[in-house]
């Protein structure tokens, strides 16, 4: 958009963000690098910006504590802000911009398929199946449907088909991982006293930080790994941490990269004929439904939703969460790749940490607060549906019509873990 003199935008790096829970240090770092990125393209294309850093004398460090310095610096006379994503965050701008007494609005995030108001709508009353949802959604989007409103290929789902073990071949891709020295800026975070967790890996950090690298991510999914997204989804693997997922969720989440922009690739690609309709289908599942789902539920139901605990459970997070000692091999290797990475897979998450803290019995409201600050795509509004509903079967069935409660010979059956386990999976 035109540069306007009489707008200013204002990005703040606060301790109130960076304290509500214990984030991974890449996510810390990784959050704040892409924002000063994001800064520096504004400022260069002509804008006003104002970028309260972590380490700026002047920051008071939540929003509520620098609206007023701020109003009072440069005479503002109306405020805008973007609609958050998470409940906590909506609930802090809107108090700050209430006691402003500016005339105030809020934008829309833009940065979904479905307006929230539309999405809250449809959670409102009743929560559908997600399958229903999805198809709903297809058509609605004209994605993947001929002109009757039909699926392509004739049926709406291929999950039968995408329920592979990977015993090596193909061998999975390495991810496109960026290598960049960010250690000046972890210093910084260091200085300012925020505690985190993980590898902060500031000497090479990989993930991407703006538009251009998170595209790059998604061109090099599109052209190395789409096609065996579907066969292998829920596969596990001590060999491969990221198998042939597309590592999109923290472009996606932080908006570097658009949900539809994805989508349009994956569909170019199956037209194309570089992958097949149950890939392609598949890979729009997750993005389309899944993703569009769980933030429907997120809104309409917080936040009762996150205080849910049907099945009372209240055991502690086994302390080896937060440093991977343990000689059970898949949690060892999925918690240990966690804190390298911020990453692991989905079936990771699920079938791994997420299946023992069920089955332990594990209190929802830590194994909430363990899954929101170790992955550098968690963000409440996606993490808390995943984690209390799917995962941990808290919400008594509102995401997920079963628990997700498995022995080991569900690991045995779809990874090689057990192979070098200390125990017996029997
Ligand atoms: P891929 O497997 O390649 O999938 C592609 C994309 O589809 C993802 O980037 C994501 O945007 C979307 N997607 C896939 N599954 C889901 C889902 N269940 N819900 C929403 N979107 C989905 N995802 C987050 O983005 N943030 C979280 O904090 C988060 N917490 C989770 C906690 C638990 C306990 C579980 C079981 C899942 C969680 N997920 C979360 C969903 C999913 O595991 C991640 O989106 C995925 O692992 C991200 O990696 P990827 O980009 O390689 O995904």
Not at 53 to 67: E, M
Not at 75 to 82: G, I, N, V
Not at 246 to 271: Q, Y
Not at 370 to 377: A, C, N, Q
Request: with cysteine.
């Amino acid at each position: 958009d035109e540069a306007d003199d009489d707008v200013l935008y204002v990005l703040m790096e606060v301790r109130s963000e960076t304290d509500y829970v214990r984030h991974h240090a890449q996510k810390v770092i990784g959050l704040f690098a892409a924002m000063r990125q994001f800064g520096e393209t504004l400022a260069k294309a002509g804008h006003r910006v104002e970028h309260i850093r972590i380490s700026d004398a002047r920051n008071r460090h939540s929003f509520s504590d620098n609206l007023p310095w701020l109003i009072k610096e440069f005479k503002f006379t109306r405020l805008e802000y973007m609609e958050a994503d998470e409940w906590r965050v909506e609930q802090a701008l809107n108090e700050a911009f209430a006691a402003s007494g500016l005339p105030n609005v809020v934008v829309s995030a833009e940065h979904f398929l479905l307006e929230r108001v539309d999405a809250v709508e449809r959670f409102a009353k009743k929560v559908p199946r997600m399958e229903f949802f999805y198809r709903d959604l297809r058509r609605r989007f004209r994605i993947m449907v001929d002109a009757d409103d039909k699926p392509l290929g004739g049926k709406w789902n291929y999950d039968v088909l995408n329920r592979e073990k990977w015993l090596g071949d193909p061998p999975a891709p390495v991810w496109p991982w960026n290598k960049r020295d960010l250690h000046e800026l972890w210093s910084e975070i260091q200085a300012a006293g925020v505690e985190t967790m993980g590898e902060p890996s500031d000497r090479a950090f990989g993930w991407p930080l703006n538009q251009t690298e998170a595209k790059a991510w998604l061109d090099d999914f599109i052209a190395h790994r789409l096609r065996f997204f579907g066969r292998f989804q829920d596969a596990l693997s001590e060999h491969s941490t990221t198998l042939f997922h597309a590592g999109l969720s923290f472009a996606l989440n932080t908006k570097m990269l658009h949900p539809c922009e994805v989508i349009d690739a994956v569909v170019s690609a199956l037209e194309r004929g570089d992958c097949d309709l149950p890939a392609a289908e598949g890979f729009v599942r997750q993005i389309l439904g899944w993703r569009e789902y769980v933030r429907g539920i997120y809104w309409a139901r917080m936040p009762a939703y996150g205080r849910l605990n049907i099945l009372g459970a209240k055991r502690t997070l086994p302390a080896w969460y937060w440093n991977a000692d343990t000689r059970m091999a898949c949690l060892h290797s999925a918690i240990r790749q966690s804190l390298e990475l911020g990453y692991a897979h989905h079936i990771q998450r699920l079938m791994v940490t997420g299946n023992f803290a069920l089955i332990a019995g594990c209190d929802p409201d830590e194994v909430d607060r363990w899954y929101l600050g170790i992955y550098i795509d968690a963000f409440e509004w996606v993490e808390l549906p995943n984690t209390r509903g799917m995962s941990q079967f808290a919400d008594g069935g509102i995401v997920g019509s079963k628990p997700y409660a498995a022995s080991a010979s569900y690991i045995a059956r779809q990874s090689d873990h057990c192979k070098t386990c200390y125990y017996n999976h029997r």
